[in-house]
C-alpha cells in the first residue's frame, strides 16, 4: 500500500490506533466462540501463546482481520458486535498491512 493510500484511509477515519482497536476487538469477539478460535488458530497455525504474545503486533491484527473477511458471515457479524461497518474492519486491515 502507498503512502496516498495510507493517507486516504486515514482521511476516512482508520487511523494506526484506531485499526489496533479494531483488530483486537475482533480478536475478543473471535475468542468468545471456541469453534472460532480454534479455526483461527487452526488457520494460522499459532499457539494460544504465541497469540497472546504477539496481539500487539500489527502483522497479526492485520492476520486476524484477514482472518474475519475471508469468511463475510463473521466479517459482518463481528462488525455488528464491536459497533463498526464491516468495510472499517477490511480498511483497518488494509492500514495495518502497510
Do not use: Y
Not at 482472518?67 to 457479524?77: K, M, Q, R, S, V
Amino acid at each position: 500500500m502507498s503512502s496516498t493510500d495510507t493517507n486516504i484511509l486515514k482521511n476516512r477515519g482508520v487511523d494506526p490506533a484506531r485499526a489496533a482497536i479494531i483488530a483486537l476487538s475482533a480478536l475478543v469477539w473471535i475468542l468468545e466462540q471456541p469453534t472460532r478460535a480454534h479455526r483461527l488458530l487452526d488457520l494460522t497455525g499459532l499457539s494460544p501463546q504465541e497469540l497472546r504474545a504477539r496481539a500487539a503486533d500489527p502483522a497479526l491484527q492485520a492476520a486476524i482481520l484477514n482472518f474475519l473477511g475471508n469468511h463475510e458471515p463473521d466479517l459482518i457479524a463481528c462488525a455488528a458486535a464491536i459497533g463498526h461497518d464491516p468495510a472499517e474492519l477490511i480498511q483497518a486491515r488494509d492500514l495495518l498491512e502497510s
